[in-house]
Structure formats: structure tokens, C-alpha cells
């Protein structure tokens, strides 16, 4: 049985599972302060509870989440048959004196170990800033067996 669209459970769906393993940047999308909606590419880790983030500790958008943390984020591959996992939730921003092991899964799965390594290393003792965003709305389309709306009615 599918799961209802919408249904944080389909997050355990295969397509949203290979997705949340894949090395497709996260596009995060969030309003900023003067209303006017921003998107970002992102890396991203999947802690299976949470879709965790990171910046620099200067980042503006920081400051932004904190105060308007209802985000959406999407992860899609870029070829046909198109798959589509969105999600919407809030975000939760704390600050951290070194690099946040999700970031440095996150650079593993990206770079590869050794180039990862590499990279976290040049970032160790840098105060970070870790956003979970907390699944509340979930959709996949994989264009197979899940449309858009507007293909299906």
C-alpha cells in the first residue's frame, strides 16, 4: 500500500531512501527577512530522523532561520525518469565549536573519504552552525507511478 501523499512515513519509501543516500545537493528554500523567498543548494545528511545542514557561523541565513525557520527542501535527480522528494518542516539552528559530524558525513558521501577528510580537516575547530529541519510534509514523485497533479487530473 502507498502511502498517503504528504505522510512522513513515505520518507521510508525507496525512492525517498535512495534519494536521501544520494549525492544530489539538497535545494533549501526559505523566506528571508523582508518576505522574499531564497533557494540554496546544499549538502545535506539524513540522520533518519532529520534532514541536518550546515553553514558557516557568519552565514546570514542563520539569523533568517531563526527567526522564520519554516522551510522546504527538495532533492531530485536530473534525469528522466525524473525522482522528486520534498519535504517541508522547520528548522532548528544551534552553534557548534568544530565541524558537525553530520557535515563531515555529508563531505564523505559528496568527496569520497580521502578528499573529505581533506576538507573537514581545513574546517576543524570553526564554529558551524547545524540546522535540523524536522520532517512535518513529505511528497515524492518518481514520474512513473507518482505524477504532479496537474499530469494525473
Do not use: C
Not at 23 to 37: H, K, M
Not at 86 to 112: F, Q, T, W
Amino acid at each position: 500500500m502507498v502511502a498517503p501523499t504528504h505522510d512522513v512515513s513515505l520518507l521510508d519509501d525507496p525512492v525517498a531512501q535512495q534519494l536521501l543516500r544520494s549525492t544530489a545537493p539538497a535545494r533549501l528554500a526559505y523566506n528571508w527577512s523582508d518576505g522574499t523567498p531564497r533557494v540554496v543548494p546544499i549538502w545535506f545528511h539524513w540522520d533518519g530522523e532529520a534532514l541536518v545542514v550546515t553553514s558557516p557561523a557568519k552565514a546570514p541565513k542563520l539569523k533568517v532561520l531563526a527567526s522564520r525557520p519554516d522551510v522546504a527542501v527538495t532533492i531530485d535527480t536530473d534525469g528522466m525518469p525524473y525522482r522528486v522528494l520534498s519535504i517541508r518542516g522547520r528548522a532548528a539552528i544551534d552553534l557548534v565549536d568544530d565541524v558537525p559530524p553530520e557535515y563531515a558525513a555529508a563531505a564523505e558521501r559528496y568527496m569520497g573519504e580521502e578528499a573529505a577528510q581533506a576538507w573537514v580537516a581545513q574546517l576543524r575547530g570553526q564554529t558551524m552552525g547545524r540546522i535540523r529541519i524536522q520532517p512535518e510534509w513529505v511528497n515524492i514523485l518518481d514520474f512513473e507511478t507518482r505524477l504532479p497533479s496537474a499530469l494525473t487530473s
